[in-house]
């Protein structure tokens, strides 16, 4: 099993919608939880880190879910700037273990 | 602070040849990462390093790659005898590091991006 596992996607979703994503995680002691964005040949950029209790920014809403371990992210009411990929980010076993990258999820939002 | 800096940002190499990259990271960051992505991948784990101490390699790394952090600051990964399967972008990443809330927010720079002809 994968470390941290995404749909590859493309999620192709009309402006306005909603979409949702998950990401697994494969080992159960993970203490961190991120998402980040990355654009078209840009770096990646974080968007939310995730909190047992879940978290909300705005239009994003962030879940954890350990004893299935998986975390999920909600985008609310889709803009176009929005299109772009999600990866999932886990950090290892221990708080300063290596932080590892999902492959990302491909998101276009269609006008 | 101008956050993460990596040069160059483009190197075009021929096979058999070395090349080495740079990374400056954000002044008080303790932590220091190194990644490589490919077209339609996410970042893949190369090392990483707390202060100047590198405390993992990935397995999936051959002997022709090290990565230093002599100082605790500026960090060089080198590739030797490059091969085209080396051409990517290069991510150089920061992070506080610690216990504190935050620590393991990682900030990127602009990457060095391979090309081995």
Redesign the interface.
Known sequence: RKEVE?D?GPFNVPEGATVAFNCTYSNSASQ?F?W?RQDCR?????LM?VYSSGNEDGRFTAQLNRASQYISLLIRDSKLSDSATY?C?V?GKN??D???????TRLHILP | DTGVSQNPRHKITKRGQNVTFRCDPISEHNRLYWYRQTLGQGPEFLTYFQNEAQLEKSRLLSDRFSAERPKGSFSTLEIQRTEQGDSAMYLCASSLGGGAAGANVLTFGAGSRLTVL
Request: glycine content about 8%; charged content about 30%.
């Open positions: 995404q590859p961190s991120f980040y840009k770096e990646p950029k974080l880190s990866l980010v950090n708080r300063d290596k932080i590892i990258f999902g492959k990302g």
